[in-house]
């Protein structure tokens, strides 16, 4: 374990599993259909990348980044990179690393629809529902998790510890740096 973690909320073989299971559902639930992957760069890549190995189907994968911080406050939500590819009559599913107040993946949804994809779904690897402050169906969840700054498997602070194999907390010093 990384010196800076605190403790291990989901471990390396927790996730390992879960996304292949997501996989496996996602799979048969898009059975015979061209599927279309978008993640929100930079925390999704990690989720992202698993997620579509373990997809036995055609697909395609994309891109967004977006901001939704001003002056280190949330604030309004911009695309600062948009999609590469069309998303019309496709079959899109959204690929999120963390669903929150769901503001910004409400923002997101309402985007995409507005290009008229034949499907717009989503897919967590983590949630927390009991945050939401506006109502937004989830699709595909992998785990709900505690209230807590969480690291690893694409979360950061300050873009450190994404590359982390497992999630965990830091320990309260390493917030103070």
Known sequence: ???????????????????????AQITADYDGKDLHLITILRGGL????????????????????ISSYSGG???AVRITKDLEDSVRERNVLIVEDIIDTGLTLAYIRRNLQVRE?????ICTLLDR??????D?????????????????????????Y???????TLKPEIHDR
């Open 1 to 23: 374990m990384h010196d800076d973690i605190a403790q291990t909320v989901l471990s390396a073989e927790q996730i390992i599993n879960r996304v292949s299971e997501l996989g």
């Open 46 to 65: 990690f989720f992202l990348t698993d997620l579509a190995r373990a997809i036995n189907l055609p697909l395609s994968l994309d891109c967004l980044a």
């Open 73 to 75: 406050r949330p604030g």
């Open 117 to 121: 994809p034949a499907s717009c779904r």
């Open 129 to 134: 529902p009991y945050r939401r402050i506006v």
């Open 136 to 160: 937004i169906e989830v699709d595909y969840v992998g785990f709900e998790v505690p209230d807590e700054f969480l690291v690893g498997y694409g979360l950061d602070l300050r873009g450190r």
């Open 162 to 168: 994404r590359n982390l194999p497992y999630i965990g």
